[in-house]
């Protein structure tokens, strides 16, 4: 799904209205019919949300408010009367998608009461216009109060709502969430029993980075207009949005086409577009030959997960250089796949193993440094010169990574050869990796640029970045994978995929998704606490043949 920045929305939303001639009040009805439709879903009209306890068949519900020296008791009893909603609008034009929608649920028999926040002096034309329609229905939009008994008289008539509609803020917020805003969103937040639904995006989201700037609302749902924001699927913007409806309001294709939309986020659509084929009549050598360069005395598990995820994920040969006093475990271990010895000091690789690496290496179609390898300085100055002589696609991992940190010039003599990087944050800032002056998408894309590999910038929603500028965000995944290991079947799978000569970009995309659905079905199975990297790679196969329709 193609992802849009907040600057090239704002540009479509031009061109739509000024060259094209659509009305942009006819844009802001579109937005609002969607908002209504996802409110309608979420108190069980259509009944679409699949597990949501329907709020109007709960028992009868009451409480007290109690704000400085004003208290107020409220109660609600589910099922008898109006459906009752709560829209918090800001001045904007995001405030009169607001405003539309609250004069739609209106009319649909919903007691609605729409709360202005901010400077009613400020409205934009739209959303005056939008407040004219509403007062055609009986409603008017009132004042946010700051008068304490006010304060309170909403806070009690908010308790009895079924949802809220959060229409504060859109995709432009680049300052710092204050003041009346900051208590509206509050009070949506107060409330975990009623669910709010944000328009276009959630309110104090950052839309291209998705960093909480200051506060922001937690919604169940979010109704973003015509394509996805990177803001959504990154950073906290990911645990913020909620469910995501991405609603057409309208905007031509002609004219979002004018758009340069490199990044976007990784579904099973593009994966299953990615994976090869594999022939009837091909053989073990048809379907990628591999290497693994990994492993050393105390760290034998993590050349085992990386080969048996790199087997799963369809590699037809692979074969596992190690350290010789690892080799025994290793091998006993890797029954499908071919354990080697290699020379080593300390039991760890030493330069007398660069002859019978890049021996087994001819004749393979990718390769993995790095799993468990372990540090010492003969090992790192073998990895760099490793790094710089071999020709095929090359996947650096793990300790593959940390030795090249300090000799990043080993990769301006990969020019015009395949290489992919797949650090975690930590990894990442060694590398040079700037996290603390710009967001993980804006970095991943610099780096990737800036020293020509594909990056796979590993955690949650894990970022893929081109150096053509490409970036692509994963959307599987749980935090049971957070266990060492996890990383180590991520390179086995990558690996298989570019053997089996996957274009890297979209190798590295369907390995991470893949990566994440094998494990959320390992999750589904044993629980987040309990699963291991191990389960996550016996769930790959399903994870396949679900993506396949098998």
Same mark, same amino acid.
């Given at each position: 799904m193609k992802l849009a920045f907040a600057a090239q929305m704002k540009e479509m939303d031009r061109v739509a209205i000024e060259e094209r001639g659509i009305p942009s009040l006819d844009l802001m009805e579109r937005a609002a019919e969607g908002i209504a439709d996802v409110v309608g879903d979420l108190a069980g009209e259509q009944g679409i949300s699949a597990g949501r306890e329907k709020k109007l068949f709960l028992p009868e519900v009451s409480g007290e408010?109690?704000?400085?020296?004003?208290?107020?008791?409220?109660k609600k009893t589910p099922g008898q009367g109006e459906r009752r909603v709560a829209v918090f609008v800001g001045p904007g034009n995001n405030g009169g998608? &607001?405003? !539309?929608?609250?004069? %739609?649920?209106?009319?649909?028999?919903?007691?609605a009461a729409v709360f202005l926040v901010g400077d009613r002096s400020r409205l934009t034309p739209d959303t005056a216009a939008m407040e004219r329609r509403l007062a055609e229905v009986g409603l008017t939009l009132r004042p946010f109060p700051t008068?304490?008994?006010?304060?309170?008289?909403?806070?009690?008539?908010?308790?009895?709502?079924?949802?809220?509609?959060?229409?504060?803020?859109?995709?432009?917020?680049?300052?710092?969430?204050?003041?009346?805003?900051?208590?509206?969103? *509050?009070?949506?937040?107060?409330?975990?029993?009623?669910?709010?639904?944000?328009?276009?995006?959630?309110?104090?989201?950052?839309?291209?980075?998705?960093?909480?700037?200051?506060?922001?609302?937690?919604? *169940?749902?979010?109704?973003?207009?015509?394509? !996805?924001?990177?803001? +959504?699927?990154?950073?906290? &913007? !990911?645990?913020?949005?909620?469910?995501?409806?991405?609603?057409?309001?309208?905007?031509?294709?002609?004219?979002? =086409?004018? +758009?340069?939309?490199n990044v976007e986020s990784i579904d099973a659509v593009m994966v299953k577009e990615a994976l090869p084929s594999r022939r009837a009549d091909g053989h073990k050598g048809d379907f990628g030959k591999d290497y693994i360069l990994a492993g050393s005395v105390g760290f034998t598990g993590a050349p085992v997960l990386a080969a048996h995820a790199c087997a799963r994920m369809g590699a037809g040969l692979v074969t596992v250089g190690t350290p010789s006093s690892a080799w025994g475990v290793v091998a006993g271990k890797c029954l499908e796949e071919m354990a080697y010895p290699l020379p080593e000091q300390n039991g760890k690789l030493s330069a007398a193993a660069y002859e019978g690496i890049m021996e087994k290496l001819r004749g393979c179609d990718a390769a993995l440094i790095g799993p468990g390898l372990g540090r010492s300085g003969e090992s790192d100055a073998l990895l760099c010169r490793l790094v710089s002589v071999i020709q095929q696609p090359l996947l650096l991992d793990a300790d593959g990574i940390n030795a090249l940190c300090a000799h990043m010039d080993s990769l301006y003599q990969r020019a015009g050869r395949v290489t992919v990087l797949t650090p975690h944050d930590g990894e990442f800032a060694r590398l040079g990796g700037d996290l603390e002056q710009t967001d993980r998408l804006r970095a991943a894309q610099d780096f990737a640029k800036r020293w020509d590999c594909v990056l796979v910038l590993k955690g949650h929603r894990t970022i893929v970045a081109a150096p053509d500028g490409r970036?692509?965000?994963?959307?599987? @995944?749980?935090?049971?994978?957070?266990?060492? &290991?996890?990383?180590?079947?991520?390179?086995?799978? %990558?690996? =298989?995929? %570019?053997? +089996?000569?996957?274009?890297?970009?979209?190798? =590295?995309?369907?390995?991470?998704?893949?990566?994440?659905? *094998?494990?959320?079905?390992?999750? +589904?199975? %044993? @629980?987040?606490?309990?699963?291991?990297?191990?389960?996550?790679?016996?769930?790959?196969? =399903?994870?396949?043949?679900?993506?396949?329709?098998?």
């Open positions: 408010i109690l704000i400085g020296d004003c208290r107020r008791t409220w998608d &607001g405003v !539309a929608a609250a004069r %739609l649920l209106k009319e649909r028999g919903w007691d008068d304490t008994t006010d304060l309170c008289e909403m806070y009690a008539w908010c308790a009895g709502c079924d949802v809220f509609v959060d229409a504060l803020f859109g995709v432009g917020l680049c300052r710092e969430v204050s003041g009346l805003f900051a208590l509206a969103i *509050a009070l949506m937040n107060t409330y975990n029993d009623i669910p709010t639904v944000s328009a276009d995006i959630a309110s104090g989201l950052h839309a291209d980075t998705g960093k909480v700037l200051g506060c922001a609302v937690r919604a *169940a749902a979010t109704v973003t207009f015509s394509l !996805a924001k990177p803001g +959504q699927f990154v950073d906290q &913007g !990911a645990l913020y949005t909620g469910r995501l409806i991405v609603h057409d309001i309208g905007i031509p294709e002609e004219v979002i =086409a004018t +758009q340069t939309l970036a692509a965000v994963n959307t599987t @995944g749980n935090s049971g994978m957070a266990k060492g &290991g996890s990383g180590d079947a991520l390179s086995g799978m %990558l690996l =298989a995929l %570019l053997g +089996q000569g996957v274009e890297p970009y979209a190798a =590295a995309c369907a390995a991470v998704w893949l990566h994440g659905r *094998a494990g959320d079905r390992a999750a +589904q199975e %044993l @629980g987040e606490v309990s699963m291991l990297p191990s389960d996550l790679i016996g769930q790959i196969a =399903a994870a396949v043949m679900e993506l396949q329709g098998r």
